[in-house]
């Protein structure tokens, strides 16, 4: 049975761990608490909210739209914990959604002086300049991120999108052929010319990928739209 694969070309930004869950414990009090026992209630220390807490209750208010409030959880984990990768992450992705890219460069530039050897947000600052089509450092940091972590593959496939975007066809070939098949690889790079404008390098792409695997329904049905 003949399998039917898709291109995937998308600009990735890396998602974070996921938040972690806290149960809560029901806490019994007393219906007529004495006066001493308020005194003591009022003197004790406000409880601390650990890092992870903020970082999830950062996501949730995400997902319900409520920028503001993540924005404030997301800086109260780091201020908690300035050596949060996640923390960083979801607030320089956050930044870079709402299109703040300077604001996500400053957050994601703070992490790395935390943390200078983490991939992940070595990786999301070079998609923050590839964002901004600045190439050169996307490039860069994408490549930096692939020194620390070799087989860090969205990285790679980021790398691969840079490349081809700055007219560096074969360098970006070469990546994708690390990370996915030979017709997919050539497919991944005519989505990106045909995506510039660019619609006789898409055709040649697609013709590769179409002699190297005839039976792909997708890679006929895009040639059929670039060449027409």
Do not use: W
């Amino acid at each position: 049975m003949m399998v039917h694969r898709r291109y995937i070309v998308t600009l990735l930004s890396l998602l974070a761990a996921g938040c972690i869950e806290s149960g809560d414990r029901q806490i019994s009090e007393e219906i007529n608490p004495t006066s001493a026992e308020h005194a003591n209630a009022k003197a004790a220390p406000a409880p601390r909210i650990s890092p992870d807490t903020h970082l999830a209750a950062g996501q949730m208010l995400e997902k319900q739209g409520d920028v503001r409030g993540a924005i404030e959880q997301y800086e109260k984990a780091i201020a908690s914990s300035p050596r949060s990768v996640s923390a960083y992450n979801r607030l320089g992705i956050l930044y870079q959604r709402m299109g703040k890219f300077d604001e996500a460069e400053r957050i994601f530039t703070r992490g790395l002086e935390a943390q200078p050897s983490s991939a992940t947000l070595l990786n999301n600052l070079g998609y923050n300049c590839l964002s901004q089509r600045n190439y050169k450092n996307a490039e860069e940091y994408f490549r930096q991120a692939l020194r620390t972590s070799p087989d860090f593959k969205r990285a790679r496939m980021n790398l691969a999108i840079a490349l081809v975007q700055s007219r560096r066809i074969d360098d970006g070939l070469a990546q994708f052929k690390q990370v996915v098949p030979e017709d997919i690889a050539y497919g991944n790079v005519a989505v990106i010319c045909s995506n510039a404008g660019d619609y006789a390098g898409a055709e040649s792409a697609l013709r590769k990928s179409l002699e190297i695997n005839p039976d792909c329904p997708e890679a006929r049905r895009l040639l059929d739209q670039v060449v027409k």
